[in-house]
Nanobody, 122 residues
């Protein structure tokens, strides 16, 4: 059973930064693509960013390009989402997700964390 645990959420002013972390129990960690999704109140969950199992390919939603950076540390078994220039519309619960390397890292994800709240005040 894969477990994903997010951390690093909180309250920040517009223009500020946060770094989310996702610790994963999948073995080996390096053979899973990792991604971040978010869900704002009253809205459907949406894709934010993904990184391939090798770390060489990344994908971002248009709304976060140039502001967010996804990365991974396979030795530490952690994925990150660095969020800069935060806007009030970035307020949401952020979820970490993973899927086996044999699948498309831009496709569906199988394993999900519980989420961490990010609130950006104006």
């Amino acid at each position: 059973q894969v477990q994903l645990v997010e951390s690093g959420g909180g309250l920040v002013q517009a223009g500020g930064s946060l770094r989310l972390s996702c610790a994963a129990s999948q073995r080996p960690f390096s053979m899973y693509h990792m991604a971040w999704f978010r869900q704002a109140p009253g809205k459907e969950r949406e894709f934010v960013a993904a990184i391939s199992w090798t770390g060489t390919s990344t994908s971002y939603a248009d709304s976060v390009k140039g502001r967010f950076t996804i990365s991974r540390d396979n030795a530490e078994k952690v994925a990150y989402l660095q969020m800069n220039s935060l806007k009030p519309e970035d307020t949401a619960v952020y979820y970490c997700a993973s899927v086996h390397w044999s699948r498309d890292y831009k496709g569906e994800y199988d394993y999900w964390g519980q989420g961490t709240q990010v609130t950006v005040s104006s």
